[in-house]
Nanobody, 121 residues
Framework: VQLQASGGGLVQAGGSLRLSCAAS????????MGWFRQAPGKEREFVAA????????YYADSVRGRFTISRDNAKNTIYLQMSSLKTEGTAVYYC???????????????WGQGTLVTVSS
C-alpha cells in the first residue's frame, strides 16, 4: 500500500486548509486510517482517525471542533479539513493506514510521506 498526502501549504492563523491522502496498491487490506503531525523539535502526535466505514471518528483534544476527518472509499482517499488554524498547528502532517489503527502511531502499518502545513501569525 502506498499513501500520497497532499494539500499542505502556507496559511494565516484563523484560516482553513484541506489535506488529502490517496491510497494505492492493495487497498483492500486497509480498514482504519488516520492523520498524525510532527512539529519541529517535537514528537509525532495523533490528530484524527476514521474507521473503514467512515462512521466512527476520533480527534485529539487540541483539534476537536476545528478539524474534520472524512473518507471516500470509492477514491481510496481520506481528507482532513482544518479550520481556525493556529500557529501551533505548524507541522508536517502524515497520513497512516492499516488493518487496524486508532490513536497510536505503532498501530498503523502504512505511512505517507507527509505534507508541510505552515500557519503564520
Amino acid at each position: 500500500v502506498q499513501l500520497q498526502a497532499s494539500g499542505g501549504g502556507l496559511v494565516q492563523a484563523g484560516g482553513s486548509l484541506r489535506l488529502s491522502c490517496a491510497a494505492s496498491g492493495t487497498t483492500f487490506t486497509i480498514d482504519d486510517m488516520g492523520w498524525f503531525r510532527q512539529a519541529p523539535g517535537k514528537e509525532r502526535e495523533f490528530v484524527a482517525a476514521i474507521d473503514w466505514k467512515g462512521v466512527l471518528t476520533y480527534y485529539a483534544d487540541s483539534v476537536r471542533g476545528r478539524f474534520t476527518i472524512s473518507r471516500d472509499n470509492a477514491k481510496n482517499t481520506i481528507y482532513l479539513q482544518m479550520s481556525s488554524l493556529k500557529t501551533e498547528g505548524t507541522a508536517v502532517y502524515y497520513c497512516a493506514a492499516g488493518p487496524t489503527g486508532w490513536t497510536y502511531a505503532y498501530e498503523y502499518e502504512y505511512w505517507g510521506q507527509g505534507t508541510l502545513v505552515t500557519v503564520s501569525s
